[in-house]
């Protein structure tokens, strides 16, 4: 198994994830540090799932690759945003 691709796929998608968390819940803007582990942990957590789900998604129907990635981005985002709204 090439772990290199691995872990640029994960590196981006974490980057990626982190973004979209930003852009798509305002609350990040006043929520303390606390708050904010609480929601990274949450997205952290559900990372594993996510991964397999693109990879697994990826292999099954290669052309729609860069859909599945967006699609694991917005699935992570959105348990950053559930997990920090519930931590309010």
Excluded: H, Y
């Amino acid at each position: 198994m090439n772990t290199t691709a691995i872990d640029s796929l994960g590196q981006k998608l974490g980057q990626a994830a982190l973004t979209a968390f930003v852009r798509i819940c305002p609350e990040v803007r006043g929520a303390s540090n606390d708050q904010l582990d609480v929601a990274c942990a949450a997205m952290r957590a559900k990372s594993k799932q996510v991964v397999d789900e693109l990879l697994a998604d990826a292999k099954d129907a290669p052309w729609i690759a860069e859909v599945t990635f967006q699609a694991a981005v917005l699935t992570l985002a959105q348990e950053g945003a559930r997990a920090l709204r519930a931590s309010n």
